[in-house]
């Protein structure tokens, strides 16, 4: 049989079509390697403004955090009970005033060095401290002293209720005895911090200090910092020198940052991400329609609110400043049309602040939607018909459901009061500024507890509170809430916080619109993820299993 010659072009061709035959099927989306690889892909909203657990509020940073340190104690995953972190135990005082905790000899920070009794008491010293201005300092104040020394009329903090017995010996004294303490402290503001490493790249009490960048970060929790590009990736990676590294399973996370929602689902559609934060609203029924999609609705102890701008000084409309204005505002909003036609996810219409519920805590006083006594309040303020009413102003952070809300908020005060209103949309990093500077008129709000209990809601409106940002003063309010922390028994507290929050109600300083449900998009491959009021997810007990083979993106409208 004759043998066929190839030129030698007609070879190389073929070599060619050889070589880049795979490339011709189907690719493996970045979901399937990860899932063999044991990597999360995550999308996480906005870009996070820091990761400097002492100086940040968001969601957003609040994900990343807890995978780069951990506090005394943390969350169970279930059920959100406390549970062994850098302390391995604790002993709580007979007059439950004073805990010890025992810090484990294996923890360590990811530069090698002990973290002892000292690195929580310097951390706490730094937060309290007025030169840093934490906006979670209050958080602190149950310490005995702590409240002092932040405001200044405590100078020695020595004499703040934290004290380094042993080096593995940490002491906190409170000022009142507080069943929901050891909860309290799986929050990052109670997070150590390196100062030995922070103040080598600067004052430790600089909020632009550059310790938290990945050359020169130190951390303490289950992973570590490797790469941060701008708006484009976080990625952490597995410590090695983490106390408890062989429970955790993940090799890494990368978390993607993008002001859109819908680049976040797009992501998760086409196998890009394992778990997006939210949902857009224009893709909720289609996702509901589809079998085994991904998407959940789950119970979240939250507030979507409106802040309203009072300061004397930065406060820009001082009509504001009348409650009458502010109470005719918060009467003028159909919250139930706003849940019902735009977030449609399960949300509870908010008549109050405070989800209820939780420690058997129920508000004394409730918002209603009522036309009529808004029009006459703000006639008797003496804008008649909106006339003469300065035009609002409402900032909101970039989102598809922030906007449609603050449209459908528009309207209603246009129709109803007659008033002007004008949407100012803001980057993540230029909303939180405005808020905390102050420099806005009405700006779109939202609260997450930091534990399941009303307090953590109420104490951030105290006239000291750094995450008030409303300009808005009671003292009556300051009182109530400080009688709470020395209240006899939980009735007896409960009531005083109901009081303090009758006051918040009827002089409108916030609006609440909605209680929150989380709605997002999760793949079947991870596992070890589990509902709670929280949302909490610690990443140590996080997993992604590739055995039922890889996932598939979800096919929008696809037949059972």
Known sequence: MKTLRLPPFASALLALAVLFLPACGKRETRVQKGNREQVLHRGNGAEPSELDPQVVTGVPEHHIIVALFEGLLMAHPKDLSPQPGMAERWEVSTDRKTYTFFL??????????????????????????????????????????????????????????????????????????????????????WFPVPIKVIEKHGSRYDKGNRWTRPENIVTNGPFTLKEWKTNQVIVVAKSETYWDAKTVRLRAIHFYPTESIDADERMFRTGQVHVIYDMPLSKIDAYKATPNSGIRFEPYYGTYFYRINLDPVKGPNPALRDARVRRALALAIDRDAIVKNITRAGEIAAFSYTPEG?????????????????????????????????????????????????????????????????????????????????????????????????????????????????????????????????????????????????????????????????????????????????????YKYLHLDDSAGPDKPPVLGAAP
Not at 138 to 144: A, D, G, H, Q, R
Request: charged share 25%.
């Open 358 to 538: 939780p420690g058997g805590y129920h508000a004394k006083a409730k918002l209603r939607t009522d036309y009529d006594e808004a029009r006459r309040l703000l006639a008797e303020a003496g804008f008649p018909g909106g006339k003469g009413l300065p035009k609002l102003v409402v900032h909101f952070d970039t989102k598809e459901s922030h906007r449609a809300i603050a449209e459908a908020v528009q309207e209603m005060w246009k129709k109803q009061l007659g008033v002007e209103v004008e949407l100012l949309n803001e980057e993540w990093k230029v909303y939180l500024a405005t808020q905390q500077s102050q420099s806005y008129m009405i700006s779109r709000s939202g609260w997450i507890g930091d534990y399941v209990d009303p307090n953590t809601f109420l104490e951030i409106f105290q006239s000291t509170s750094g995450n008030n940002n409303t300009g808005w003063k009671n003292p009556e309010y300051d009182r109530l809430i400080v009688a709470s922390w020395y209240a006899p028994d939980e009735p007896a507290r409960m009531e005083l916080l109901a009081q303090a929050e009758a006051i918040l109600t009827e002089e409108c300083p916030i609006i609440p619109i909605y209680h929150y449900t989380r709605d997002y998009l999760i793949a079947s491959s991870v596992k070890g993820w589990y509902s709670n009021l929280l949302d909490e997810h610690h």
């Open 104 to 189: 484990r000899d294996n923890a360590v920070w990811s530069n090698g060095d002990r973290v002892t009794a000292d690195d929580f008491v310097q951390s706490y010293e730094r937060m309290l401290n007025p030169k840093l201005a934490a906006p979670y300092a209050e958080s602190l104040f149950i310490m005995e002293g702590a409240k002092e020394y932040n405001e200044g009329t405590l100078k020695d903090f020595a004499q703040v209720g934290v004290k380094a017995l042993e080096m593995k010996k940490l002491q906190i004294t409170l000022r009142t005895p507080a069943a929901y303490f050891p909860v309290i402290v799986n929050h990052y503001a």
